[in-house]
Nanobody, 128 residues
Framework: QVQLVESGGGLVQAGGSLRLSCAAS????????LGWFRQAPGKEREFVAV????????YYGDSVKGRFTISRDNAKNTVYLQMNSLKPEDTAVYYC?????????????????????WGQGTQVTVSS
């Protein structure tokens, strides 16, 4: 069973940086796509970024493009989200998710329902 564990959240001032980590275990991830989503109180879960485990896929949500960078370390089975120039509107619970290539293809990679596995989330709070 695939497990995803996020870490690295916290409280930061506007303009600051944080790096989130997502440690994946319980499988081999060839062909997987790993994504980051976020959810603020009272709002829908929002796509942040996605990266292919060993396929050339990397793209970002419009609200974070140019400020956030997604990367992976296959040897450590870990995906990272480097967040720079943080804004108060970035405040949310950040979730890591994995799309299993063996599952029935669903909606686009920007859609939460596409993903088969989720972490428990890590809180990011940006103060003004």
């Amino acid at each position: 069973q695939v497990q995803l564990v996020e870490s690295g959240g916290g409280l930061v001032q506007a303009g600051g940086s944080l790096r989130l980590s997502c440690a994946a275990s319980g499988g081999t991830f060839s062909g997987y796509v790993l994504g980051w989503f976020r959810q603020a109180p009272g709002k829908e879960r929002e796509f942040v970024a996605v990266i292919g485990w060993n396929i050339p896929i990397t793209y970002y949500g419009d609200s974070v493009k140019g400020r956030f960078t997604i990367s992976r370390d296959n040897a450590k089975n870990t995906v990272y989200l480097q967040m720079n120039s943080l804004k108060p509107e970035d405040t949310a619970v950040y979730y890591c998710a994995a799309d299993d290539p063996r599952s029935t293809p669903g909606p686009t990679l920007r859609t939460p329902t596409r993903y088969d596995y989720w972490g428990q989330g890590t809180q990011v709070t940006v103060s003004s």
